[in-house]
């Protein structure tokens, strides 16, 4: 038996750090993102040979293990470990035999939510396998668990949320682990142009996006006036770019996005640095009304709204910067598993 699951990386249009702790604990947070035709993979293929087999293929790493009731998380891997590790406490009750095959259409530190996305794809294919009785709602805190509290990795939650559900989503975050996602239905042409007017474009730089959100956490634990200031603008954001998608005043959609930028960047130290900035304004230059990083900050991938027919010209200025435009789609779908 083979079980095979795939979850699909996000787009994070507006309110980025208010799904955060403490953040959406103090004011509520909200956030506005789209899944796209990216994902992560995984292929789980159940074993009797008391071995535990790793293989991340996109990073060119395979450890094997001695089946456990735990794995020590320390070292290469440790998401796959702690997924593991969380599945036989709470559900299997006993150590498990398997391989574990892995890839991610982006790099980890893109800003497209790669490392959550894996995170559900893995627990997808072990809830196939075990038949696991999860919503999606279940999967996605069990990975949110994983990431924060388990291997206390610093971030927030929309990835997780993003990835099992699918499509475009305005979420709402609060106190006490509280998660509203509202599906929002769009007219099928207003998707159409709003997905041929953002380029998708990879800076050729990751970042450790945990650096940035601990000082971000640490500016709202001071209640810094400007960050925390910043990331009200972010949250209203969110509201007025649903509402012009929503009524199809896309044309909106850029300035509201230059808008969040401008404020995103007084949210912490490293958001963004002069060879993202000089894109930015190529970009601007070229006919882009607006764009952002689409994560944290600090590098991975950039996403820019260009009305009418200026992606063209968009696209050609930024070639002298080295990066690479991804082509991709909206993706309805959230976390799928099967067996092969």
């Known amino acids: 038996m083979i079980i095979r699951a795939k979850s699909p990386l996000r787009l994070g249009f507006a309110g980025g750090g208010t799904d955060v702790s403490p953040y959406s604990e103090l004011y509520g947070g909200a956030i506005l993102n789209a899944t796209i035709s990216m994902y992560a993979y995984a292929t789980l293929e159940p074993q009797n040979n008391g071995k535990i087999v790793f293989n991340a293929i996109d990073r060119n790493l395979k450890l094997e293990f001695d089946s456990s009731a735990e794995l020590d ?45 894996l995170v559900v794809s ?74 041929f007017n953002m380029l998708l474009y990879y800076t050729g730089t990751s970042r450790l996006s945990s650096k940035i959100i601990e000082t971000q956490v640490a500016n709202v634990e001071k209640k810094k006036e400007g960050p925390v200031a910043a990331m009200h603008v ?22 509201l996005l230059d808008y969040g930028w401008q404020h995103k960047k007084k949210m912490a130290e490293d958001i963004t640095n002069q060879t993202i900035d000089e894109m930015y304004e190529e970009a601007r230059k070229a006919g882009a009304t607006g764009g952002k990083l689409t994560g944290a900050g600090g590098g991975g991938f950039m996403v820019f709204y260009c009305p009418k027919n ?17 082509d991709y789609s909206f993706e309805e779908s959230g976390l799928t598993a099967w067996k092969a």
């Open 73 to 117: 998380t320390a070292g290469e891997l440790p998401l796959l470990k702690a997924i593991y590790n969380k599945v036989v406490k709470k559900f299997a009750k006993k150590p498990l035999s398997f391989k574990l095959t892995t890839f991610v259409d982006a790099p980890p530190g893109s800003g497209l939510g790669s490392s959550s996305t």
């Open 122 to 195: 893995v627990l997808g294919a072990f809830s196939e396998w075990l038949q696991l009785p999860l919503g999606e709602y279940d999967i996605a805190h069990l990975a949110y668990e994983i990431e924060r509290t388990d291997l206390g990795m610093k971030g927030g939650k929309q990835d997780q949320y993003a990835a099992t559900f699918g499509g475009v989503n305005f979420m709402e975050f609060y106190a006490n682990d509280k998660v509203i996602v509202n599906p929002l239905k769009i007219k099928a042409d207003y998707l159409r142009e709003l997905e």
């Open 234 to 255: 972010l949250k209203e954001q969110a509201v007025r770019i649903k509402e012009a998608i929503l009524k199809g005043n896309l044309d909106e959609v850029g300035m």
């Open 310 to 326: 200026t992606r063209y010209e968009v696209r050609k200025a930024l070639e002298k910067f080295g990066g690479q435009f991804r």
